[in-house]
Protein backbone atom coordinates (compact mmCIF):
# COMPACT_ATOMS: atom_id res chain seq x y z
CA UNK A 1 0.00 0.00 0.00
CA UNK A 2 1.59 3.22 -0.89
CA UNK A 3 1.93 6.19 1.75
CA UNK A 4 -0.84 8.01 -0.39
CA UNK A 5 -3.52 5.57 0.12
CA UNK A 6 -2.35 5.21 3.80
CA UNK A 7 -3.10 8.85 4.30
CA UNK A 8 -6.77 8.96 1.87
CA UNK A 9 -7.28 5.98 4.53
CA UNK A 10 -6.39 7.64 7.66
CA UNK A 11 -8.63 10.40 6.35
CA UNK A 12 -11.54 8.58 5.62
CA UNK A 13 -11.57 6.84 8.56
CA UNK A 14 -11.31 10.24 10.73
CA UNK A 15 -14.64 11.82 8.64
CA UNK A 16 -16.17 8.64 10.05
CA UNK A 17 -15.16 8.76 13.64
CA UNK A 18 -16.57 12.58 14.06
CA UNK A 19 -19.82 12.77 15.26
CA UNK A 20 -22.35 15.56 15.72
CA UNK A 21 -21.51 15.78 19.28
CA UNK A 22 -17.74 16.78 18.56
CA UNK A 23 -18.70 18.77 15.64
CA UNK A 24 -20.75 20.95 18.27
CA UNK A 25 -17.61 20.92 20.51
CA UNK A 26 -15.20 21.96 18.41
CA UNK A 27 -18.23 24.69 16.99
CA UNK A 28 -18.58 25.88 21.11
CA UNK A 29 -14.56 25.88 21.17
CA UNK A 30 -14.01 27.93 18.34
CA UNK A 31 -15.90 31.03 20.12
CA UNK A 32 -13.71 33.51 21.11
CA UNK A 33 -15.83 33.89 24.60
CA UNK A 34 -15.37 30.60 25.13
CA UNK A 35 -12.01 30.28 24.31
CA UNK A 36 -11.16 33.42 26.49
CA UNK A 37 -12.87 31.91 29.84
CA UNK A 38 -10.92 28.52 29.72
CA UNK A 39 -7.49 30.16 29.33
CA UNK A 40 -8.06 32.67 32.01
CA UNK A 41 -8.91 29.34 33.95
CA UNK A 42 -5.99 27.10 33.08
CA UNK A 43 -3.86 30.36 33.33
CA UNK A 44 -5.44 30.92 37.14
CA UNK A 45 -5.29 27.80 38.12
CA UNK A 46 -1.54 27.04 37.09
CA UNK A 47 -0.50 30.47 38.73
CA UNK A 48 -2.57 29.07 41.92
CA UNK A 49 -1.26 25.62 42.13
CA UNK A 50 2.02 27.48 42.65
CA UNK A 51 1.66 30.21 44.98
CA UNK A 52 -0.45 28.46 47.09
CA UNK A 53 1.83 25.13 47.16
CA UNK A 54 4.37 27.46 47.94
CA UNK A 55 2.46 29.18 50.94
CA UNK A 56 1.78 25.31 52.31
CA UNK A 57 5.88 24.51 52.22
CA UNK A 58 6.09 28.10 54.93
CA UNK A 59 3.61 26.89 56.94
CA UNK A 60 3.36 23.05 57.30
CA UNK A 61 6.49 22.26 56.14
CA UNK A 62 8.91 23.78 58.92
CA UNK A 63 12.09 23.67 57.01
CA UNK A 64 11.11 23.10 53.32
CA UNK A 65 9.35 26.97 53.13
CA UNK A 66 9.69 30.69 53.66
CA UNK A 67 8.63 34.27 52.91
CA UNK A 68 10.92 34.17 50.18
CA UNK A 69 9.56 31.07 48.58
CA UNK A 70 6.11 32.19 48.59
CA UNK A 71 7.17 35.22 46.80
CA UNK A 72 8.93 33.20 44.25
CA UNK A 73 6.30 30.70 44.13
CA UNK A 74 3.54 33.29 43.32
CA UNK A 75 5.78 35.27 40.94
CA UNK A 76 7.33 32.21 38.66
CA UNK A 77 3.37 31.14 38.97
CA UNK A 78 2.27 34.27 37.10
CA UNK A 79 5.32 33.71 34.72
CA UNK A 80 4.01 30.18 33.56
CA UNK A 81 0.22 31.81 33.56
CA UNK A 82 1.16 33.55 31.22
CA UNK A 83 2.44 31.69 28.97
CA UNK A 84 -0.41 29.46 28.87
CA UNK A 85 -2.98 32.01 28.06
CA UNK A 86 -0.92 35.25 27.37
CA UNK A 87 -1.89 35.34 23.22
CA UNK A 88 -5.71 34.08 24.04
CA UNK A 89 -6.91 36.24 26.85
CA UNK A 90 -4.02 38.36 27.87
CA UNK A 91 -3.48 36.54 30.93
CA UNK A 92 -5.30 38.56 33.90
CA UNK A 93 -5.92 35.96 36.65
CA UNK A 94 -6.78 38.80 37.99
CA UNK A 95 -10.28 40.33 38.55
CA UNK A 96 -8.86 43.72 40.07
CA UNK A 97 -7.14 44.36 36.25
CA UNK A 98 -9.78 42.76 34.04
CA UNK A 99 -12.08 45.63 35.80
CA UNK A 100 -9.39 48.16 35.03
CA UNK A 101 -9.13 47.08 31.29
CA UNK A 102 -12.76 47.50 30.77
CA UNK A 103 -12.66 50.73 32.57
CA UNK A 104 -10.25 51.99 30.54
CA UNK A 105 -12.44 50.77 27.03
CA UNK A 106 -9.58 48.10 26.78
CA UNK A 107 -12.09 45.27 26.58
CA UNK A 108 -16.29 45.26 26.63
CA UNK A 109 -18.01 44.81 29.51
CA UNK A 110 -19.41 41.79 28.52
CA UNK A 111 -16.20 39.75 28.88
CA UNK A 112 -15.72 41.12 32.52
CA UNK A 113 -18.07 37.91 34.03
CA UNK A 114 -16.55 35.61 31.78
CA UNK A 115 -13.33 36.07 32.50
CA UNK A 116 -14.04 36.92 36.46
CA UNK A 117 -15.71 33.65 35.94
CA UNK A 118 -12.97 31.77 34.31
CA UNK A 119 -10.21 33.45 37.30
CA UNK A 120 -12.85 32.43 40.65
CA UNK A 121 -13.16 28.67 38.99
CA UNK A 122 -9.53 27.97 38.16
CA UNK A 123 -8.39 29.11 42.01
CA UNK A 124 -11.35 27.66 43.43
CA UNK A 125 -10.43 24.04 41.78
CA UNK A 126 -6.24 25.30 42.68
CA UNK A 127 -7.62 25.20 46.25
CA UNK A 128 -9.03 22.04 46.92
CA UNK A 129 -6.51 20.86 44.65
CA UNK A 130 -3.51 21.69 46.95
CA UNK A 131 -5.69 20.72 50.08
CA UNK A 132 -5.71 17.38 48.81
CA UNK A 133 -2.07 16.96 48.19
CA UNK A 134 -1.43 18.22 51.50
CA UNK A 135 -4.32 16.55 53.52
CA UNK A 136 -2.03 14.86 55.70
CA UNK A 137 0.32 17.30 56.54
CA UNK A 138 -2.23 19.93 57.09
CA UNK A 139 -4.30 17.66 59.65
CA UNK A 140 -0.67 16.62 61.43
CA UNK A 141 0.49 20.19 62.11
CA UNK A 142 -2.96 21.03 63.38
CA UNK A 143 -3.61 18.07 65.06
CA UNK A 144 -6.76 17.32 63.24
CA UNK A 145 -8.47 20.85 63.91
CA UNK A 146 -8.64 23.58 61.09
CA UNK A 147 -8.14 26.87 63.34
CA UNK A 148 -7.98 30.05 61.09
CA UNK A 149 -6.18 32.11 64.49
CA UNK A 150 -3.58 30.46 66.78
CA UNK A 151 -0.01 28.60 66.52
CA UNK A 152 -1.50 26.07 64.29
CA UNK A 153 -3.56 28.27 62.09
CA UNK A 154 -4.08 26.61 58.56
CA UNK A 155 -6.76 28.80 57.09
CA UNK A 156 -3.34 31.33 55.53
CA UNK A 157 -2.14 28.58 53.67
CA UNK A 158 -5.33 29.58 51.11
CA UNK A 159 -6.10 33.42 52.01
CA UNK A 160 -4.27 36.30 53.25
CA UNK A 161 -5.18 37.55 56.99
CA UNK A 162 -4.11 40.72 58.64
CA UNK A 163 -1.18 40.80 61.27
CA UNK A 164 -1.86 41.85 64.92
CA UNK A 165 -0.14 45.64 63.94
CA UNK A 166 -2.85 46.22 61.02
CA UNK A 167 -6.66 47.20 61.57
CA UNK A 168 -9.00 46.37 58.70
CA UNK A 169 -9.48 49.93 57.07
CA UNK A 170 -5.30 50.01 56.81
CA UNK A 171 -5.48 46.81 55.01
CA UNK A 172 -8.17 48.10 52.85
CA UNK A 173 -5.97 51.08 52.10
CA UNK A 174 -2.92 49.03 51.59
CA UNK A 175 -4.71 46.73 49.10
CA UNK A 176 -5.65 49.12 46.87
CA UNK A 177 -2.37 50.72 47.10
CA UNK A 178 -0.13 47.79 45.92
CA UNK A 179 -2.79 47.17 43.38
CA UNK A 180 -2.60 50.46 41.90
CA UNK A 181 1.11 49.75 41.72
CA UNK A 182 1.04 46.19 40.27
CA UNK A 183 -1.55 47.95 37.87
CA UNK A 184 0.81 50.71 37.11
CA UNK A 185 4.18 48.90 36.54
CA UNK A 186 2.00 46.18 33.90
CA UNK A 187 1.23 49.36 31.81
CA UNK A 188 4.47 50.45 31.61
CA UNK A 189 5.55 46.94 30.93
CA UNK A 190 3.62 46.33 27.57
CA UNK A 191 3.05 50.05 26.84
CA UNK A 192 4.53 49.33 23.01
CA UNK A 193 4.65 53.77 22.51
CA UNK A 194 6.74 53.73 25.75
CA UNK A 195 9.97 51.22 26.61
CA UNK A 196 8.06 48.35 27.46
CA UNK A 197 9.68 44.73 27.90
CA UNK A 198 11.53 42.94 24.83
CA UNK A 199 9.32 40.88 22.80
CA UNK A 200 9.45 37.67 24.69
CA UNK A 201 10.38 38.59 28.16
CA UNK A 202 7.50 40.31 29.04
CA UNK A 203 5.90 36.93 30.94
CA UNK A 204 9.56 36.71 32.97
CA UNK A 205 9.53 40.77 33.90
CA UNK A 206 5.95 40.34 35.23
CA UNK A 207 6.30 37.61 37.41
CA UNK A 208 9.95 39.30 38.49
CA UNK A 209 7.10 42.43 39.21
CA UNK A 210 5.07 40.37 41.93
CA UNK A 211 8.68 39.09 43.58
CA UNK A 212 9.45 42.63 44.06
CA UNK A 213 6.27 43.47 45.28
CA UNK A 214 6.44 41.00 47.50
CA UNK A 215 9.51 41.11 48.79
CA UNK A 216 9.27 45.12 49.51
CA UNK A 217 5.01 45.64 50.51
CA UNK A 218 3.72 42.30 51.64
CA UNK A 219 4.28 42.24 55.02
CA UNK A 220 1.38 44.10 56.15
CA UNK A 221 -1.60 42.68 54.22
CA UNK A 222 0.43 39.30 52.32
CA UNK A 223 0.10 41.49 49.10
CA UNK A 224 -3.14 39.32 47.40
CA UNK A 225 -3.55 42.63 45.32
CA UNK A 226 -6.21 39.97 43.65
CA UNK A 227 -9.74 39.04 44.18
CA UNK A 228 -9.13 36.24 42.60
CA UNK A 229 -6.37 35.29 44.35
CA UNK A 230 -8.15 35.45 48.04
CA UNK A 231 -12.01 34.93 47.69
CA UNK A 232 -12.08 31.34 45.82
CA UNK A 233 -10.08 30.16 48.34
CA UNK A 234 -11.26 31.82 51.12
CA UNK A 235 -14.79 30.40 50.17
CA UNK A 236 -12.96 26.91 49.56
CA UNK A 237 -11.70 27.07 53.23
CA UNK A 238 -15.55 27.97 54.23
CA UNK A 239 -16.63 24.95 52.70
CA UNK A 240 -13.63 22.40 53.92
CA UNK A 241 -14.29 22.92 57.54
CA UNK A 242 -12.61 26.02 58.60
CA UNK A 243 -16.02 28.08 58.79
CA UNK A 244 -17.26 31.10 59.11
CA UNK A 245 -14.50 32.73 60.61
CA UNK A 246 -12.51 32.75 57.50
CA UNK A 247 -14.85 36.02 56.99
CA UNK A 248 -13.70 37.28 59.71
CA UNK A 249 -10.91 39.78 60.82
CA UNK A 250 -8.17 37.75 63.05
CA UNK A 251 -9.30 39.18 66.60
CA UNK A 252 -13.30 38.26 65.80
CA UNK A 253 -12.08 34.39 64.67
CA UNK A 254 -10.28 34.43 67.52
CA UNK A 255 -12.98 35.41 69.61
CA UNK A 256 -15.55 32.96 67.63
CA UNK A 257 -12.84 30.21 68.29
CA UNK A 258 -12.08 30.52 71.68
CA UNK A 259 -14.65 32.94 73.53
CA UNK A 260 -13.46 31.60 76.73
CA UNK A 261 -10.08 33.35 76.01
CA UNK A 262 -11.95 36.79 74.57
CA UNK A 263 -13.55 36.95 78.00
CA UNK A 264 -10.51 36.16 79.79
CA UNK A 265 -8.58 39.24 78.21
CA UNK A 266 -11.86 41.50 77.97
CA UNK A 267 -11.71 41.23 82.02
CA UNK A 268 -7.88 41.55 82.45
CA UNK A 269 -7.69 45.20 81.01
CA UNK A 270 -10.66 46.62 82.87
CA UNK A 271 -9.69 49.91 84.49
CA UNK A 272 -9.27 49.57 88.30
CA UNK A 273 -11.75 51.68 90.02
CA UNK A 274 -10.32 52.08 93.16
CA UNK A 275 -6.90 51.63 94.57
CA UNK A 276 -8.30 51.48 97.97
CA UNK A 277 -7.81 47.74 100.07
CA UNK A 278 -11.09 45.54 99.81
CA UNK A 279 -13.13 46.21 102.79
CA UNK A 280 -13.53 43.18 105.06
CA UNK A 281 -16.49 40.55 104.58
CA UNK A 282 -19.76 40.91 106.44
CA UNK A 283 -19.41 37.87 107.93
CA UNK A 284 -15.80 38.73 109.78
CA UNK A 285 -16.56 39.82 113.34
CA UNK A 286 -15.09 43.31 114.32
CA UNK A 287 -14.87 44.58 117.45
CA UNK A 288 -15.15 48.20 117.87
CA UNK A 289 -13.99 50.01 120.61
CA UNK A 290 -15.23 53.62 121.50
CA UNK A 291 -11.77 54.57 120.44
CA UNK A 292 -11.15 53.03 117.72
CA UNK A 293 -14.14 54.28 116.44
CA UNK A 294 -13.84 56.46 113.09
CA UNK A 295 -14.45 59.97 113.22
CA UNK A 296 -17.69 61.27 111.27
CA UNK A 297 -17.17 64.26 109.22
CA UNK A 298 -20.20 66.21 109.29
CA UNK A 299 -22.16 66.39 105.91
CA UNK A 300 -21.89 69.84 104.56
CA UNK A 301 -25.24 71.57 103.69
CA UNK A 302 -26.44 71.18 99.48
CA UNK A 303 -25.95 74.84 99.03
CA UNK A 304 -22.38 74.87 100.43
CA UNK A 305 -19.89 74.30 97.91
CA UNK A 306 -18.58 70.82 98.56
CA UNK A 307 -14.31 70.19 98.11
CA UNK A 308 -13.64 67.35 96.03
CA UNK A 309 -10.58 65.88 97.98
CA UNK A 310 -12.91 65.29 100.92
CA UNK A 311 -13.36 62.03 98.53
Not at 99 to 113: D, E, Y
Not at 170 to 187: A, I, K, P, S, Y
Not at 275 to 290: D, W
Request: contains cysteine; proline residues 6%; charged residues 15%.
Amino acid sequence: MSEADRRRRSTRKSKTISTPMTTRIHAILEKEMVREFLAEFLSTYVMMMFGLGSVAHMVVGDKFGSFLGVNLGFGFGVTMGVHVAGNISGAHMNAALTFTNCALGRMSWKKFPVYVLGQFMGSFLAAATIYCLFYQAIMDYSGGYLTVTGPTATANIFATYLPDHMTLWRGFLDEVLVTGMLQLCLFAITDKRNNPALQGTQALVIGILVVVIGVSLGMNTGYAINPSRDLPPRFFTFLAGWGIQVFSNPWEAQMLENPGAYEDRRISVLPKTSSYPPNSSSLTPVSVSPTSRPSIRPVPPLGDSVNLEQF
